[in-house]
C-alpha cells in the first residue's frame, strides 16, 4: 500500500491503518468535494465523474499528501486540475454561455425569474456562464468558504488574482441574474 | 464602475479586508449610492448561489458510489455460512443474483460415442457451470445448482435432473450419485430458488453423510471446472 512508505519500518498492519485512516478522511471530504465538482462541470452526472477520478487520483497519489495540510483543498487542486485538463481536451476551455443565449434566465428581476424555476439549475446556469478559473475562485471562496490565501494555494496562483477573479466573477454573474445598470437588457 | 473598486467590494464582501479598508471601504458606501446597490446586488447574488448549492454537499453518497471509487469495501458475497441451518435447508440459492441473472443456456454437449449415461452426466457436471442448464446427448437436461466439498475432499454438485433432483461427488473414476430426491421447487434458473428440491430430507441425509462445506462461490467454481476439479 503505498501509504505505508510515508510510515517505513511500520509494520504492514500499521500501513493498513493508515490507508484506511486516510481514506476515511477522504470520505469525510466527499460531500463538499461533490458539490465543488458539480459546481464546476455543471450538472450531477459530470460533476460525480470529475468527483470519482478526483479520489481515484488522489488515492493512487496519497503518498503525496502532506500531513498537516487540508486534504479538501488538495483534493480541490485535484479536481480543479483534472476538469482543466479534460476542458483543454475537449478544447472547451474558455468556453462560457454567452449571456444573450440566456433569455429566461433574464428580466426585470433575473433572480426571481431564477428562483422561479429550480435553484440548483439556475444557480448552475449562472456559475456556467462564467469563466472556469474565475468559477472555481467563487466556488472555493464564496461556497466552500477558502480563505483567499487557502483559494490562491489550491489554484495555484497570488492572492491577488483570487480577489480579481472575485470580482469579475461577481460582475459577470450580476450581469446574468442581476438588474440595475449592469444587467443585459 | 472601476476594477479597483469591483475588487474592494469583492473583498469587503468575503471579509478579506483589513479593519482600516473595511472602515475606509464602509465610509465610501455610504456616500456612493451605486457602489451601496451593487454591494446589495452582489451580496444577495451570493446567498442565493450558495443557499442553491448548498443542498449538494448534504446528499449521501451511496454505496455502489463508495465502490467504485475504491472507498468501499464490497459486501461480501452471502455465502450460506450462517449456522442456524445447514445450508441445504434453506431456501436459497448461493451463488447469487450474478449467477441466476445469466441463464439457461442449452449446451448440446458432445459426449464420447463409447459414453453410456454415466459418461454424459460426468461430462456435464465436469463442465457445467451452476445455475445453466445443459442437454445431454440422451436429451435429458440438468442444471448444477451449486457445489460443495465432501469431508473426504471429494467435489459435490447438486444438480437438476427432470423431475428429481441429486447429489453426485467426484472420484477418479467420475462422478457418482450420493443421494436423490424429488424435485419440486422452481425449475427456471432466472430465480433464486429452492436449492434442494422439494424432498429435502432425502438430500439431507446424503449431504450429513458425506460431511458437506458450505457451497463454494462462483469465483471458486468457475476455477475449479478450468482446473478439471483438479484443485485438492
Request: proline residues 9%; hydrophobic residues 40%; aromatic residues 4%.
Given at each position: 500500500m503505498r501509504q505505508a512508505g510515508r510510515y517505513g519500518g511500520e509494520c504492514m498492519a500499521a500501513g493498513k491503518a493508515a490507508g484506511q485512516t486516510f481514506k476515511d478522511a477522504v470520505i469525510a471530504a466527499l460531500p463538499r468535494l461533490r458539490r465543488f465538482c458539480q459546481g464546476l462541470a455543471g450538472n450531477a452526472q459530470d460533476g460525480d465523474d470529475l468527483m470519482q477520478s478526483t479520489v481515484e487520483r488522489a488515492l493512487a497519489r496519497a503518498h503525496q499528501f502532506v500531513p498537516g495540510t487540508r486534504l479538501d483543498s488538495w483534493m480541490f487542486r485535484i479536481a480543479q486540475n483534472l476538469h482543466i485538463d479534460g476542458a483543454r481536451a475537449a478544447q472547451r476551455r474558455g468556453h462560457q454561455v454567452p449571456v444573450?443565449?440566456?433569455?429566461?434566465?433574464?428580466?426585470?428581476d433575473g433572480r426571481v425569474t431564477l428562483e422561479g424555476r429550480s435553484d440548483l439549475a439556475a444557480a448552475q446556469r449562472a456559475l456556467q456562464a462564467i469563466p472556469d478559473d474565475q468559477r472555481a475562485a467563487f466556488l472555493l471562496v464564496?461556497?466552500?468558504?477558502?480563505s483567499y490565501r487557502e483559494a490562491a494555494e489550491v489554484l495555484e496562483v497570488p492572492v491577488g488574482t483570487i480577489m480579481s477573479r472575485l470580482a469579475r466573477a461577481r460582475g459577470r454573474i450580476e450581469q446574468v441574474v442581476g438588474r440595475g445598470p449592469g444587467a443585459v437588457q | 464602475m472601476s476594477d479597483d473598486i469591483d475588487e474592494r467590494l469583492a473583498a469587503w464582501l468575503d471579509g478579506a479586508l483589513s479593519p482600516e479598508e473595511v472602515a475606509a471601504f464602509e465610509r465610501e458606501l455610504e456616500t456612493n449610492p451605486e457602489l451601496a446597490r451593487r454591494a446589495a446586488e452582489w451580496q444577495a447574488n451570493d446567498a442565493f448561489l450558495k443557499g442553491a448549492l448548498a443542498p449538494l454537499a448534504e446528499t449521501q453518497i451511496d454505496r455502489d458510489l463508495l465502490k467504485r471509487m475504491g472507498l468501499a469495501e464490497p459486501?461480501?458475497?452471502?455465502?450460506?455460512?450462517?449456522?442456524?441451518?445447514?445450508?441445504?435447508?434453506?431456501?436459497?440459492?448461493?451463488?447469487?443474483g450474478a449467477v441466476a441473472a445469466?441463464?439457461?443456456?442449452?449446451l448440446l454437449l458432445a459426449v464420447p460415442?463409447?459414453?453410456a449415461e454415466p459418461d454424459a452426466l460426468s461430462l456435464a457436471l465436469d463442465t457445467t457451470p451452476s445455475l445453466t442448464a445443459t442437454r445431454l446427448a440422451d436429451g435429458r437436461t440438468i442444471e448444477p445448482t451449486l457445489t460443495v466439498r465432501a469431508a473426504d475432499g471429494r467435489w459435490c454438485r447438486e444438480f437438476r435432473d427432470g423431475a428429481k433432483t441429486a447429489l453426485a461427488c467426484r472420484g477418479d473414476k467420475g462422478w457418482t450419485i450420493e443421494g436423490e430426491a424429488a424435485a419440486t421447487g422452481?425449475?427456471?434458473?432466472d430465480e433464486i430458488g429452492?436449492?434442494?428440491?422439494?424432498?429435502g430430507a432425502a438430500l439431507d441425509a446424503a449431504y450429513r453423510r458425506i460431511g458437506a462445506s458450505d457451497p463454494v462461490g462462483q469465483q471458486e467454481e468457475t476455477a475449479l471446472i478450468k482446473q478439471g476439479w483438479s484443485r485438492r
Open positions: 444573450d443565449e440566456l433569455p429566461e434566465t433574464m428580466g426585470e464564496v461556497v466552500e468558504g477558502l | 459486501t461480501p458475497a452471502q455465502m450460506a455460512a450462517n449456522d442456524n441451518q445447514p445450508f441445504w435447508r434453506r431456501h436459497a440459492l448461493p451463488l447469487g445469466s441463464l439457461a443456456a442449452l460415442q463409447r459414453g422452481p425449475s427456471a434458473t429452492l436449492a434442494a428440491g422439494g424432498d
